[in-house]
C-alpha cells in the first residue's frame, strides 16, 4: 500500500492531466463555435453536396469526448466512451462500440463548404453516454453519464477538422468538434444529478 502522501500526489497528478485535458477539449470547441460565428453560419460559396462528405475520422472505431459545462455539478462531468462511426446515406452515423458505453445515437451532415479542409457539422445527439475510465490512461477513474434525451431532443454544431489543422490534447487534433446544445442530465452512481444546456463533443481516432 502506498504512504498516503503519495498516493495524494497521484492522484492530484491525474487531476491534473484531466484539467489540462479539458482545458484543451473546451478550447476546441471554443474554436469551432468562433468559426461557426465568423462564418455567420453560412458560406459565400456553393455548399458540397450533401451525399458526399469527406471526413477526417475514417469509418470504425472513435472515442467519444463531452464536457458538460455545467460549473456547479458538483462532480466531474468529462466523459469518455467508446464508439464506432459509419456512413449511413448522406450522414455519419455514430452509435456505442459497447453496451458499456451506453445507448447513444448521433446522427451529422455536412452542412456547408469546406474551407482549408474544415467542414462545418451540424445533426443530432440522443439517449445515454456512459463514461469508461479505462479508456482516459489514467490511474484514477470517476464515474458519470450524460443523457442527451430523446427525439433529438439535442442538437450538434461543429466542424469535421482534418490531421495538422490545430493542436490538441496530445498533439495535432483530427477529428469532429463542436458544441452540443439541449437538455442534458449528467449523473454518477452516488446518486447526484445536474441538468445543463450546453457540452462540448468530440469524435477523434482511439490514442
Do not use: K
Not at 492531466?17 to 461557426?36: D, I, K, N, Q, Y
Not at 462532480?75 to 456512413?87: G, H, N, Q, S
Amino acid at each position: 500500500m502506498l504512504p498516503g502522501w503519495l498516493a495524494a500526489l497521484r492522484l492530484q497528478r491525474g487531476r491534473n492531466v484531466v484539467e489540462s485535458a479539458t482545458v484543451a477539449f473546451r478550447g476546441l470547441a471554443l474554436l469551432a463555435a468562433l468559426l461557426t460565428a465568423a462564418c455567420g453560419g453560412s458560406s459565400t460559396t456553393s455548399p458540397a453536396s450533401p451525399t458526399t462528405p469527406a471526413a477526417p475520422v475514417p469509418a470504425g472505431n472513435v472515442l467519444l469526448r463531452v464536457q458538460g459545462q455545467v460549473p456547479a455539478c458538483g462532480f466531474d462531468t468529462l466523459i469518455y466512451a467508446a464508439a464506432t462511426i459509419e456512413r449511413s446515406g448522406n450522414e455519419w452515423l455514430v452509435r456505442p462500440a459497447t453496451p458499456a458505453s451506453g445507448d447513444f445515437e448521433i446522427r451529422l451532415r455536412q452542412s456547408g463548404a469546406s474551407v482549408d479542409g474544415i467542414t462545418p457539422i451540424d445533426g443530432s445527439v440522443s439517449g445515454t453516454a456512459i463514461h469508461q475510465p479505462e479508456l482516459t490512461g489514467l490511474t484514477f477513474s470517476w464515474n458519470a453519464r450524460v443523457d442527451f434525451g430523446s427525439g433529438n431532443r439535442s442538437t450538434f454544431g461543429g466542424f469535421a477538422i482534418p490531421q495538422g489543422t490545430l493542436p490538441g490534447p496530445n498533439g495535432s487534433f483530427a477529428g469532429i468538434s463542436g458544441s452540443v446544445t439541449g437538455s442534458m442530465t449528467f449523473t454518477d452512481n452516488a446518486g447526484h444529478s445536474c441538468t445543463g444546456t450546453l457540452g462540448a463533443l468530440a469524435l477523434a481516432a482511439p490514442q
